[in-house]
């Protein structure tokens, strides 16, 4: 089954996914919310402003050994360092790709997800065929999104938890050793700190394979 990257849920919605639909549908109703504006701002925190912090955590790492370090011993603390603090207590693990290893992040029994550096989880992250295959066929899940990894790599599969959350840093794309920081921020994206990307120059074609 080909898995669409904005798949709907195949599963019943939670007991919470529907009281907060039902909220939203009441407050649409008597005209105190415009959907459209809502849509807007969910559309903000999924993809811009929440990723962002991951792409900053991401291009500190490359650019500063001392920080990357630090990052790799203790993420929430390092995390932390540039102001990004967690508010539900869990614990983050920053996972590195290699050429020898790609590493993927889900969650396999709801949604868990490292809020506090990549926003809202998109759609595709929480929908049951994701939660399946990503375990079961991880490298058929990884070209649908258009990464074709070479049979010597080896992929590591995270399973996300209540207590612990996982970001990926993935590789640095060559041509970029001039780079600022800021530059390369700009090229870290949502599915690449998931691990279902990885982090290209634009116009440079997949060459993992």
Known sequence: ????????????PSDIEL?????????VEKGLV????????????ENKVGPRNGAHVVAKAWTDAVFKSALMEDASEAVAS?????RQGEHLNVVENTPEIHNLVVCTLCSCYPWT???????????????SRVVSD???VLEEFGTTLSDTVKIRVWDSTSEMRYLVLPMR????ERFSEEQLQDLVTRNS????????????EDESN
């Open 1 to 12: 089954m080909c898995m669409s990257h904005d798949h709907a849920h195949t599963e019943p």
């Open 138 to 140: 991880p490298r058929g």
């Open 193 to 204: 700190m998931i691990g279902v990307e990885q982090v290209r120059l634009p116009g440079v």
């Open 117 to 131: 550096v990549l926003g809202l989880p998109p759609v595709w992250y929480k929908s049951a065929p994701y939660r």
């Open 19 to 27: 009281r907060v639909k039902a909220l939203e549908s009441l407050l």
């Open 82 to 86: 540039l102001g990004y603090v967690g």
């Open 173 to 176: 794309p060559a041509g970029t």
């Open 34 to 45: 415009n959907p459209d504006a809502l849509n807007t701002i969910i559309d903000t925190y």
